[in-house]
């Protein structure tokens, strides 16, 4: 039949495509799976809500035994499902709109006539009729069991992908503690409390321990970094603020705490520190002088030896060190206090009468 070449390369080149086409249908399919039961979920959540909202209310115009007579009761009346459908979806959300008026018949039929053999409507409506959700623990197009049963999903220690959608690869995702394709191994850090086949109970390591077979600091496979073992085979903490050379820096201290340790800064009136504040100096940083066992600042001004050598030059002590400034009335220039030009003369300020006539002011 095909006994040409160009034929069969043509079949070949169709078939190709199509199945790209069919595998990109696949992908997007997968995800849309999911969340189409999300959405359907949500509707039917919405049915009940608006199935309690409307409970007490009737026909808008009054409760009359008139119009009791005249019309079916509102508690089953088509007005009442329309009031409920109304408000299955938020007017923004594009998916739920599509489904409510792409299935809007099934409400008035499950209203009118399954609503009493099938009181569930989220089973009946999303699983059994329009089919985008499955029941509990199942996944997938047929509905397949979990990893572990429906009744247990991962043995009740993870999340089955897909569960309770037609979506989903049926996996486990495990709680924190636990691993494996069933989730009834121990994670590290955890050890079996409790195991057989389709039960398992992981509990945490002591905080000491990387890996363990029990619950205390005596039951480590393996201690965690931070900790070693002593005599008794137990995982304590490691001093670092013990050991020589010092693991932080010149103008920081340690400080051990539990499985770890902390570099924090010196005070600044410190040059090396064995503690915080200014009374645990190793030595007083330049600017300050020990007094009584405490770093505090030099008053350079006030010093034997003046600091602010040139003329017209003040001191300020400042904290840890101090500035020459020009005094008053003299400014910078050149290295020098020169006497400041007055403002509105500055021009002329060199002249001996303007330095006479501010001399005088001052
Ligand atoms: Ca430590």
Redo the contacts with the bound molecule.
Sequence with gaps: MLSTGPELLRLLRLCFCVSLVLLSQVSGAKRDLKSACITCQQITDNFNKGFDRTAKQNFGGGNTAWEERKLSKYETSEIRLMEIVEGLCESSSFECNRMVEEHEEHFETWWFKRKTKHPDLHKWFCIETIKVCCPKGTFGPDCNACVGGSETPCHGNGMCDGDGSRGGNGKCSCNDGYTGEFCLDCSDGYFNEERNDTFSLCTECHTSCKTCTGATHQDCDECKE?WEEDDQEACV?????SKDPSPCKEDQFCL??????SCKACDKVCSGCTGAGPDNCQSCASGYQDTEGTCTDVDECHQSEPVCTKEHEDCINTEGSFVCVCSSGYEEKDGECVQTPQQDEAVESESPETTATQRGEL
């Design positions: 931070g903490d490691v001093n670092e603020c051990n705490t539990e499985g770890s340790y």
